[in-house]
Structures are given as C-alpha cells and as structure tokens.
Nanobody, 126 residues
Framework: QVQLVESGGGSVQAGGSLRLSCTTS????????LGWFRQPPGKEREGVAA???????SYVAVVKGRFTISEDNAKNTLYLQMSSLQPEDTGMYYC????????????????????WGQGTQVTVSS
C-alpha cells in the first residue's frame, strides 16, 4: 500500500513562508491525484491544493497566488510552497492520494482520497 509522510511544518509570523514536503512510497507512478488538505482547530478538513498525474492543478480560492503545489517524480516527493502566510492558514496539513484514472482537474474534496499522511502542524502568528 502507498504510504505518505509529511514534513516541513512549523511556526512562522504572518507574511512568512514555508515549504511542506510529502514523501511517498509503495506506489508506482501512474494516474493519480495528490492533494494537500488542512484542518484548523475545531473546524473541518478542507482541500487546499491538488495536482494530477498530467500536471493539472487545483487551488482553493483563498490560497491562489500564495501557494504552489508541485512534485518531483525522481524524489517521489510532493511539495506545497506557501508564501504570505496569514493566521487563518494555521492548521494541521495533510497530504493524500487518489490512485487511478480520473478525468478533469483534480478535486479538492477529501472524499475522493483514499490514503493519508499523518499530518504536519503549521502555525502562523500575527
């Protein structure tokens, strides 16, 4: 089974930047969606960004222009570059995968994703 491990979280001041990483194992590259999700304390988990095996990407509106999702196939690693961080970006960040074929842009709905990492905490102070 595919396994995912997040890293790169931490505590930063508003306006700062972080790059999250998600290393994957146990999966041979084929067709898939890879996504980043976050869960603030007391709130539901929400989709932040996703990338398909064809390179297509999706972003939730509040992070467009600030966050960039990418992957390095040679390193089996998914990235989320986060800039201009704000306190509302605080939460536990998870990466997840949906293996297999799916048409269209990758979805930000967590119901489509079947394997999840353990999460990495991001805290942004004002």
């Amino acid at each position: 089974q595919v396994q995912l491990v997040e890293s790169g979280g931490g505590s930063v001041q508003a306006g700062g930047s972080l790059r999250l990483s998600c290393t994957t194992s146990g999966y041979t590259y084929g067709r898939y969606w890879l996504g980043w999700f976050r869960q603030p304390p007391g709130k539901e988990r929400e989709g932040v960004a996703a990338i398909g095996s064809d390179g297509s990407t999706s972003y939730v509106a509040v992070v467009k222009g600030r966050f960039t999702i990418s992957e390095d196939n040679a390193k089996n690693t998914l990235y989320l570059q986060m800039s201009s961080l704000q306190p509302e970006d605080t939460g536990m960040y998870y990466c997840a995968i949906r293996p297999g074929y799916a048409p269209g842009a990758p979805s930000l709905s967590r119901t489509y994703y079947t394997r999840w990492g353990q999460g990495t905490q991001v805290t942004v102070s004002s």
